[in-house]
């Protein structure tokens, strides 16, 4: 069993940055490749981003390439998401999530091992 939480959502204003954390405990973090998702009202769940063990390939959706940076540091068991630029449309409970692969993370029916409870990203305008 893992368990993750998910730290460091809030109220910006449009253009700032954020950034948020996942923490996992309980079977090794390090065996996991790790993702964000977000859920805005009324929408469904969307993948963002995801990192393969180890760190060393990223990958990310069209719509945050460029402003969103994931990473993880395995000897603190945590996941960051840097997001730059936020905009209103940003707006969105954030979950981080654990899988077995960056392609299970990423796909369009994602295969997902464990979810954290989210966090709440409120971008104003």
């Known amino acids: 069993q893992v368990q993750l939480v998910e730290s460091g959502g809030g109220l910006v204003t449009a253009g700032d940055s954020l950034t948020l954390s996942c923490a996992a405990s309980?079977?090794?973090?390090?065996?996991?490749?790790m993702g964000w998702f977000r859920q805005a009202p009324g929408r469904e769940r969307e993948f963002l981003a995801a990192i393969t063990r180890g760190g060393g390939t990223t990958y990310y959706a069209d719509s945050v390439k460029g402003r969103f940076t994931i990473s993880r540091d395995d000897a603190k068991n945590t996941v960051y998401l840097q997001m730059n630029s936020l905009q209103p449309e940003d707006t969105a409970l954030y979950y981080c999530?654990?899988?077995?692969?960056?392609?299970?993370?990423?796909?369009?029916?994602?295969?997902?091992?464990?979810w954290g409870q989210g966090t709440q990203v409120t971008v104003s305008s």
């Open positions: 309980g079977r090794t973090f390090s065996n996991y490749a």
């Open positions: 999530a654990a899988g077995a692969s960056l392609a299970l993370l990423s796909s369009r029916r994602p295969s997902i091992a464990y």
